[in-house]
């Protein structure tokens, strides 16, 4: 089991930044993919990035390509997505996930995901 604590949402005008941290509770974490994904009210939750466990390889949802970063670090534990230019469609609430996949490769696919965190509010305000 690997438990993943997100930080780092707020409310944020449209245009400003925001950057969001995910802490593992293992180091096991570090050999697995990992993603971020969001969910607006009344919508489906949704692919946002993902990384794989070396960070060579990174995928982006078309909406968030180019103004959002995923990224991580081994030493910590820890996973970021640093988001620039926040719309107001970005509102929704962020959640960072694992897929229990030693080595494993970047993916889209929500269902591949096997922990997640408990989300972390992102507003933005128009």
């Known amino acids: 089991q690997v438990q993943l604590v997100e930080s780092g949402g707020g409310l944020v005008q449209a245009g400003g930044s925001l950057r969001l941290s995910c802490v593992a509770s293992?180091?096991?974490?570090?050999?697995?993919?990992m993603g971020w994904f969001r969910q607006a009210p009344g919508k489906e939750r949704e692919f946002v990035a993902s990384?794989?466990?070396?960070?060579?390889?990174?995928l982006y949802a078309d909406s968030v390509k180019g103004r959002f970063t995923i990224s991580r670090d081994r030493f910590k534990s820890s996973g970021y997505l640093q988001m620039n230019s926040l719309q107001s469609d970005d509102t929704a609430v962020y959640y960072c996930a694992v897929v229990r996949r030693s080595l494993g490769s970047a993916t889209r696919d929500r269902q591949a995901y096997d922990f997640w965190g408990q989300g972390t509010q992102v507003t933005v305000s128009s």
């Open positions: 990384i794989d466990w070396r960070g060579a390889s990174i």
């Open positions: 293992k180091g096991a974490f570090n050999n697995y993919p």
